[in-house]
């Protein structure tokens, strides 16, 4: 299987294009799409490993623009938060994961999150949501955990690092509070 198979952009279900805005942020989420996806990890805040949550990989980088792949542990709460300065589209790869967004009403049925597609993926892949720096968001992993891709714009002026680092809400842990205090500290 060569890279365009494991997620060709015409394969993505069809709330993908549908969800994309003509805007700033849609459109470097079809240019890097068109471009298949190129692998540009930067140095600098380009990995992020916390005990009770997981580890993100920032997968490519360009100005305010990033990807960023999220691998969430097993059995993590994520708490109602919203990420201020991030606006992104957030793409589910495979694990088990709730989530819900009251204001868009975004919500996955408990009943989906286990289901298997016949080509041995999850059937969540692919399904995308869009959360704007006001967004409310919350959920879980079960015990396969989770991994998803968070496609996203920081506001101007904000140096880019990881979505767990501009988390404005409820923390995941005590650890999760300083290592935000710590990103906070270093700007
Ligand atoms: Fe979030």
């Not at 990807?67 to 542990?73: A, K, N, S, T």
Request: proline share 5%.
């Amino acid at each position: 299987m060569n890279g365009a198979d494991i997620m060709p952009f015409d394969g993505m279900r069809p709330s993908w294009r549908n969800q994309l805005k003509d805007d700033a942020l849609g459109r470097f989420v079809r240019s890097w799409f068109s471009a298949e996806r190129p692998m540009r990890p930067p140095q600098d805040n380009g990995l992020h490993f916390m005990d009770g949550l997981g580890a993100n990989l920032i997968l490519y980088r360009e100005g305010q623009f990033q990807v960023q792949l999220c691998l969430v542990q097993p059995n993590t709460v994520l708490p109602p938060h919203r990420h201020q300065n991030v606006e992104s589209y957030v793409v589910h790869l495979s694990g088990e994961v709730w989530f819900k967004c009251e204001s868009h009403g975004y919500f996955v049925p408990e009943h989906h999150i286990k289901m298997v597609a016949s080509d041995g993926t999850s059937a969540m892949r692919g399904f995308v949501f869009y959360l704007g720096t006001e967004d409310e968001h919350s959920g879980h992993t079960e015990e396969m955990g989770a991994s998803f891709l968070s496609i996203q714009k920081w506001r101007e002026g904000i140096k880019p690092t990881c979505i767990a680092r501009d988390w404005t809400g409820e923390q995941i842990s005590d650890a999760h509070g300083f290592d935000i205090l710590t990103s906070k500290a270093q700007k």
